[in-house]
């Protein structure tokens, strides 16, 4: 069963920058398309960004140029850098499995969740 361990985030304020991090377990990491989910309070989970085996990276509009999705498959971990952080970005963040083909993204994860790493914008 995959293991997902979120670390990273915080408290920052507007404008600042955060590093996320995600271990994963699993043989499979290394050809597996990754994703960062968030949860906001009373919001449904949505995908910000996916990365697939060999690097190629998909966002969400209202991340686009602020966030950057990143991959080791030797230490079989993912990373988001996010810097310009917007209140708005104030989520529990979580990365799984996503699905990619091209410039599309969509939800893929599996059944298993990590317990996610809260990210709190404020000044």
């Known amino acids: 069963q995959v293991q997902l361990v979120e670390s990273g985030g915080g408290l920052v304020q507007p404008g600042g920058s955060l590093r996320l991090s995600c271990a994963a377990s699993g043989s499979i990491f290394s050809i597996t398309a990754m994703g960062w989910y968030r949860q906001a309070p009373g919001k449904q989970r949505e995908l910000v960004a996916a990365?697939?085996?060999?690097?190629?990276?998909n966002y969400l509009e209202s991340v686009k140029g602020r966030f950057t999705i990143s991959r080791d498959n030797a230490k079989n971990t993912v990373y988001l850098q996010m810097n310009s952080l917007k209140p708005e970005d104030t989520a529990v963040y979580y990365c799984?499995?996503?699905?990619?083909?091209?410039?599309?993204?969509?939800?893929?994860?599996?059944?298993?969740w990590g317990q996610g790493t809260q990210v709190t914008v404020s000044s």
């Open positions: 990365i697939t085996g060999g690097g190629s990276t």
């Open positions: 799984n499995r996503a699905g990619v083909r091209g410039a599309t993204m969509w939800p893929r994860p599996w059944d298993y």
